[in-house]
């Protein structure tokens, strides 16, 4: 699995390159394949319940309880590595924590 990261397109860093560079790691047919992220389908990923860690990548779902009436918030990403947060089937961002700028996500109460 490889990740799309997006490319710089200006100035010392446009040789910046990302994505898998080399050959394949083991022979066989490769392909890169889009894996698309929409509401729908994100609603419909196998979701993880399993607290150890995984050899790859792994969706979980949880659940945030608001007293009172929900307000604008922020979710601090520490301890979280890199992935991407969804709420009520809204994108909210992608955190890498080691590598930033991205440590906190904006939660606006209405979502």
């Known amino acids: 699995l490889v990740e799309n990261m997006g490319r ?10 990302k994505g898998f560079l ?25 979701f993880s319940d399993d607290a150890r860690e995984a050899p790859g990548p792994i969706f979980r779902r949880g659940q945030l309880l608001v007293s009172g009436g929900p307000t604008d918030t922020f979710l601090d990403m520490q301890g979280f590595t890199k992935g991407y947060v969804w709420v009520n089937g809204k994108n909210l961002g992608r955190y890498w924590e080691s590598a930033g700028p991205q440590h906190t996500l904006y939660l606006p109460g209405p979502f």
């Open 22 to 46: 080399g050959a394949p790691p083991a022979p066989g047919q490769w392909r890169a394949q889009c894996l698309p992220l929409s509401p729908s389908q994100v609603q419909a990923l196998p």
């Open 8 to 17: 710089i397109n200006y100035g010392k860093g446009i040789y910046d390159y």
